[in-house]
């Protein structure tokens, strides 16, 4: 099936750093979800992108939505210990798609922040 | 409120047992998910529905037996369930399709 190439796979960062990652795909999606997990815990909505070359800020997060509509990207700034965890990008099909609804999750960033 | 909300938060159940999940969300959302997530894996999709109706099944097998009884609520019915099936069962909704979907907590199943 289809799949997003997210990376990187991992981050060590200290405190305060930014921190930068993006996830890929070889077809279109209408659109892009980026979630947090805790350990345990259900994925945690961060953003949503709708629009080709949408960026989008929540807090010290931003994303975009790739003008190809292959790709997307999630910035954090300014870093901080409970940023701690999984962040996985998401693509969805919209309605007027065969696979409408349909989404499909990159295999995740595990991000660690030194204090 | 985005609250999505599933019982039992923890469920045991040998191979031969019948078992239910339950998830309710009263957003007024008219499309519900279920995810399978394994561990350090993504959210894999199994079902979902639109408006009360079955709109995908990614090919699950069929001791997974889903139901929308009405709006608010989905269920994820077992049966006859194999040891790899343990993993933590997500529940998602969505105004309508292709919006962005919040989550339940999960229900973490054990199957022994």
């Known amino acids: 099936g289809q799949q997003l190439n997210q990376s990187p796979q991992s981050m060590f960062i200290q405190e305060g750093e930014d921190v930068s990652m993006n996830c890929t795909s070889s077809?279109?999606?209408?659109?892009w979800l980026w979630y947090k997990q805790d350990p345990g815990e259900g994925p945690v909505l961060l953003i949503a992108?709708?629009?080709?070359?949408e960026l989008t800020s929540n807090g010290r997060l931003t994303a975009q939505f790739g003008i190809t509509r292959k790709d997307s990207f999630l910035n954090i700034s300014a870093s901080i210990p409970s940023d701690v965890g999984i962040y996985f990008c998401a693509g969805v099909y919209n309605s007027l798609n065969t696979n409408a609804g349909k989404s499909t999750f990159g295999d995740g960033t595990t991000l660690t922040v030194k204090p | 409120d985005t609250e999505v909300t599933q019982t039992p938060k923890h469920l045991v159940m040998g191979m031969t047992n019948k078992k239910s999940l339950k998830c309710e969300q009263h957003?007024?959302?008219?499309?519900m998910y279920w995810y399978k997530q394994k561990a350090k894996k993504p959210p894999e999709l199994m079902f979902v529905y639109s408006y009360e109706k079955l709109s995908i099944n990614e090919s699950v097998p069929s001791r997974f037996s889903p139901e929308c009884p009405n709006s608010s609520l989905l269920n994820l019915h077992l049966h006859a369930l194999q040891p790899e099936d343990s993993a933590l069962y997500l529940c998602?909704?969505?105004?309508?399709?292709?919006?962005?979907?919040?989550f339940g907590p999960g229900t973490r199943l054990t199957v022994t």
């Open positions: 957003m007024g959302h008219r499309a």
């Open positions: 992108l709708y629009k080709a070359g």
């Open positions: 077809s279109i999606f209408n659109t």
């Open positions: 998602a909704s969505s105004q309508v399709l292709a919006y962005e979907q919040y």
